[in-house]
C-alpha cells in the first residue's frame, strides 16, 4: 500500500475496499483533482488491476468516476507531481503527494497495458507534455518491462481480463483456464471457438478481440458454427491488427457478401498481415465477395499457401477473376498448395474456366487440388495438369465430373499421358464420372507404364463401369502396379464378378479393395461369386490386406466370406457393413474370430444384430488377442438397446475391454497359433498321404514275390517312402516343440537381460550428471538462498532420494513390454518356418509317393498281361488273381479318389489348401430359400418333411451335403463302379426286387 495511504482514515479505505469488492484494490493515494481551470479538490484515486477509480473523501465510498486503462490514449507526468491523463471520455488532471506516488501510479499503468498488447511505452511520457518522450527503463528487473513473451499463451487471459472490464462484461474465468492450461500442456497456437460455442456472442467476440494483441495463437478456427455480426467485427478487428495470424477458418459459419468485402479491405489496410491460409468454404459469399477479394489477392507479396473455396456459390465469373488474379500475381506459382474449389456446380463449365486453366498450365507448387462437382472437362484438366503438375501434386479430387465436353469415343490422349508422367500421385477419386471405356482403357494404361508412383489410391466408385469397364479392368489391371487401393464400389458388376475376382487376385500389388455394392445377383450367382472371392483371399500369395463389401445385402451369404476368415492370414482389416447377416452372421463372425489370428480391425453395422449377437461376438473376443479395433455400430447398437438395454450395455463394455486388452502387450496364447497352423497344413496332408501310403502298401504287397531286381528295389524304396510318411506325421509338433525348448532360455533372452541392468546404470548416472548441473547452476543463480539452506551435501543427498528410477521398471519396461514384443514376433516367425520345413518335406514325399505308386501300378499291369500263359516266371496267375480286381480300381478311380491329376503340382496345391468352415445350414433366409438351394443339390423338394422336422439337423448326413457339388457335376454314388453281387432268391411279391436278401435291411 502507498506511504500516502496513511493520510486516508481506516475506515475510507475498508469502504472502498468493500465498494470494489469484485476487483483487488492494489493501490490507494490522496489526490488533487482539478474540476475546474486551476482549482483542486480532494480525492481518492483506487487502482485495481486494469481500471483507475476516484472516490470522493466521504463515507460510505461512491464512485465518482473511472476508467480502463486501455481507454487512455495519452499519459503525461508534469511538474509539481502532476499527472494528465488524456482518455476517450477527456482528460484528467491530479496532483499527488510525492515524486514516489507519481511513480507507483506510473508504473502501475505502464504494466496494465504492457500485459494487454506489447509495446505501450509510447503512452507514458515524462516531463512536459511537450517535450520529447524520454528514456524508459526497459531492463529485465523493471515492472514496467513486463514482455508478454514469456506469460502463459502469450498472456492471452490478461488480454481477455483487461477487454472484459474495458467493455463492462463478466470475466469467465473458465475462459481463462481452458487457454492457461489446456492450450498451454498442449502447446496449441489454435484458437478454436468451437471450444466456447456454449458461451454468448459477446464473450466470443471478446476472446477474438484479445487475439488482435496476443503474439502466441497463429490460427483462428472456426467450423459448423455460425458467428454472430458482434463476433464478426471482431474477426475483421484482429485481422487489421495482428501481426501472428497466418491462418484463417470460417467454414459454415453463416457469412454473407458483406463480410468478404469489408474482410478484402482489411487485407489492404494490414501492412503487417502474415495470413497464408483461408477457408472460407460452405459459405455463400457470391461473385461480388469473391470479385472484391481476388482484387486484394493482387496485393499479397507472399501469395496464400491454402486457399479453400468449396461451396461458395461464386459462378465462372468469379472463377475467372481469381484464375487473372494466379497469373497476375507471381507469388502464387510458387506458394499457393492447397486449393479447394469442390462443391460449386457449373464452375468449370464454361470458356471462363481457361484463366484457371492457364495457372495450372504452368509450374507451380499445387500439392492438393480438389475440383469435385465442378463440372469440369476431366480431359481439358488434365493437359493443363501435364504441363504444370507432375512434379509436386499428390492429392487430386475430380468425383462427379464428366470426363469431356464434347462427344467422342476416342479418349484424350491427355489421359494417358498425365497418368504416365506424374510423379508424386497418392490419391485419385474419379468417383461418379462415368469414365467412358477407351478413357478407363487410357488411364490403365497410363498407370501401368508410371513406374515413379507406389501405393496409389484409385476412387472409381459409382462410376457405372458395369460389363465392359470389368472387361477392361480385367484385360489391363493385372499391369498396374503402382495402384495399393483400388475403389470399385457401386459400379453395376453383378455377375461380372464371377470373372473380375479372380482377374482381381493376379495384381500382386494391389493391397486393399473395396467390393460393395456390387452384388445385385440372384442366390446361386451370388454363392458362386462369394466362393470366387473366397478363393482369392485363400490363396498362399495374397497381396490383400483389407476387403470391404459394405452395403452389398448380402444377407446370410454373408457367412460364406465369414467362414473363411477364421482360416485366412493375409487380411488386417474386413468392412461387412450393411449387409443385413442378422444375428446367424455375428454367430458365424463370432466363430471365425475364435480362431484368426491376422485381422486387426472390422467393420461392422447395419446388420440387424440384436444383443444376442453381440454376445456371441463378446464370447469370441474372450480367446481372440490380436484384434484391436471394431468400429461402434451405431445402427445395431442403438436397436439392441432399445429391445435390451441393460445386456445390451454389459455386452458392448465387455467388447471394448477385450478390445482394449488387446491393444496393450502381452503373451499371445502361441498354443492356439499352433494348434490352429497344426491343422491347416496337417489335416489334408495326412488324409492324401493316408490315402497313398495304403495304395503302395497294396502294391508292394502284390509285389513281393517279383524276382525282378529293379522291381525289388523300387519296392525297397517305395517301403523307406513310407517309412518317411509315417514319421511326417509327428514332424510338425516335433520341430515346433524343438524351438520352444530352444527359446526358454535362449540368447535374446540372455541379452534382454544384460540390457536391462546396462540401462539401468546408464539412468542413475544420468541423474547424477543432471543433478549436479542442476544444483550449481541454482547455486549460481540464487547464492544466498543456497547458502541459507541446510548445506550443499544434505541438500544433494536429500534431492538424490527423489530422483531415483525403479530398478524393476526398467526391467519390467524391457522385458515386459519391448521384450515381450520381441518374442510374439519370434513366435510367429517360429511357427512360420516349421511350417515351411513341414510343407517342404511333405511336397517331397507325396511327390515321391505318388511316383512310386504310378510305377508300381506299370508293374502289376504289365505283370497282368504276361499271366495269361501259364507258367509265368514271377508266379503271374496268382499275382493276377490277387491284383486283378484292385488294378481295375486303380485305372478307373486313383485320381478321383486323390483328388489330384497327373500333374504333381496338383497335390501341392490341394495339401496347401486351408480348411474353411462349411457353409451353415441356416445360410437361407426362409424355407423357400433353402428348399430352391437344396433343388440346386439335386435334392427334392420335401425332403425333410419325411424326417419330421421342416428344419434341417447337424446330422452327419447334413454335413456331407456341404461336401457334395453344387453345380456343373452330375451327382455320382462313391460305389457306382463296383460289381453287384449275383441273385441268389428270385423276386417275389413282397420282397424288393432290386436288393439281394443280404442287404433288404
Known sequence: MAKSSAELTRELQDSIRRCLSQAAVLQQHRVKLETKPKKFEDRVLALTSWRLHLFPLKVPAKVESSFNVLEIRAFNTLSQNQILVETERGMVSMRLPSAESVDQVTRHVSSALSKVCPGPGSLIRRGNADTPEGPRDTSPNSETSTSTAHSVCGGFSETYAALCDYNGLHCREEVQWDVDTIYHAEDNRE????????????????????????????????????????????????????????????????????????????????????????????????????????????????????????????????????????????????????????KNPGLLATDEANALYSFLAQPNALVHLDLAGTDC?????????????????????????????????????????????????SH?????????????????????????????????????????????LQEQLWAVTCVGSLDLSDNGFDSDLLTLVPALGKNKSLKHLFLGKNFNVKAKTLEEILHKLVQLI???????????????????????????????????????????????????????LQINSSLRTILWDRNNTS????????????????????SFPVSDISQAYRSAPERTEDVWQKIQWYLVRNNHSQTCPQEQAFRLQQGLVTSSAEQMLQRLCGRVQEEVRALRLCPLEPVQDELLYARDLIKDAKNSRALFPSLYELGHMLANDGPVRQRLESVASEVSKAVDKELQVILESMVSLTQELCPVAMRVAEGHNKMLSNVAERVTVPRNFIRGALLEQAGQDIQNKLDEVKLSVVTYLTNSIVDEILQELYHSHKSLARHLAQLKTLSDPPGGPCQGQ????????????????????????????????????????????????????????????????????????SQPTASGSWEGLSELPTHGYKLRHQTQGRPRPPRTTPPGPGRPSDFPPSRRQ
Open 428 to 472: 485419385i477419386n474419379l468417383s461418379a464420372t462415368r469414365l467412358p471405356l477407351e478413357a478407363l482403357r487410357a488411364l490403365l494404361q497410363g498407370l501401368s507404364l508410371n513406374s515413379h508412383l507406389s501405393d496409389l489410391h484409385l476412387d472409381l466408385s459409382s462410376c457405372e463401369l458395369r460389363s465392359a469397364g470389368a472387361q477392361a
Open 191 to 342: 484458437f478454436n471457438l468451437l471450444d466456447f460455442s456454449h458461451l454468448e456472442s459477446r464473450d466470443l467476440a471478446l476472446m477474438v478481440a484479445a487475439l488482435a494483441y496476443n503474439q502466441w495463437f497463429t490460427k483462428l478456427y472456426c467450423k459448423d458454427l455460425r458467428l454472430g455480426s458482434e463476433v464478426l467485427e471482431q474477426v475483421l478487428h484482429t485481422l487489421s491488427k495482428s501481426g501472428s495470424l497466418e491462418e484463417l477458418v470460417l467454414d459454415n459459419a453463416g457469412l454473407k457478401t458483406d463480410f468478404v468485402q469489408k474482410l478484402a479491405g482489411v487485407f489492404g489496410e494490414n501492412g503487417s498481415c502474415v495470413l497464408h491460409a483461408l477457408t472460407l468454404s460452405h459459405n455463400p459469399i457470391e461473385d461480388k465477395g469473391f470479385l472484391s477479394l481476388s482484387q486484394q489477392l493482387l496485393c499479397f507479396p507472399t501469395g496464400l499457401t491454402k486457399l479453400c473455396l468449396a461451396k461458395t456459390a461464386i459462378s465462372p465469373r468469379g472463377l475467372q477473376a481469381l484464375g487473372q488474379t494466379f497469373g497476375a500475381n507471381p507469388a502464387f506459382a510458387s506458394s499457393l498448395q492447397y486449393l479447394d474449389l469442390s
Open 611 to 630: 444383443a444376442l449377437g453381440f454376445l456371441d461376438i463378446a464370447r469370441a473376443l474372450e480367446s481372440n488377442h490380436t484384434l484391436r479395433f471394431m
Open 538 to 592: 485363400q490363396e498362399e500369395d495374397c497381396s490383400l490386406q483389407s476387403l470391404s463389401v459394405a452395403d452389398s445385402r448380402l444377407k446370410l451369404r454373408t457367412s460364406i466370406l465369414i467362414n473363411a476368415l477364421g482360416s485366412n492370414t493375409c487380411l488386417a482389416k474386413v468392412d461387412l457393413s450393411g449387409n443385413g447377416m442378422e444375428d446367424i452372421g455375428a454367430k458365424m463372425l463370432s466363430k471365425a
Open 878 to 949: 496268382d499275382l493276377s488273381s490277387r491284383g486283378r480286381g484292385r488294378n481295375h480300381d486303380h485305372d478307373e478311380t486313383t485320381d478321383d479318389e486323390l483328388g489330384t491329376n497327373i500333374d504333381t503340382m496338383a497335390i501341392k496345391k490341394q495339401k496347401r489348401c486351408r480348411k474353411i468352415r462349411p457353409v451353415s445350414a441356416f445360410i437361407s433366409g426362409s424355407p423357400q430359400d433353402m428348399e430352391s438351394q437344396l433343388g440346386s443339390l439335386g435334392i427334392p423338394p420335401g425332403w425333410f418333411s419325411g424326417l419330421g422336422s
Open 377 to 425: 472437362a476431366i480431359d481439358l484438366l488434365l493437359g493443363a495438369l501435364l504441363h504444370g503438375c507432375c512434379s509436386h501434386l499428390t492429392y487430386l479430387n475430380l468425383a462427379r465430373n464428366s470426363c469431356s465436353h464434347r462427344k467422342g469415343r476416342e479418349a484424350p490422349p491427355a489421359f494417358k499421358q498425365f497418368f504416365s508422367s506424374t510423379y508424386t500421385l
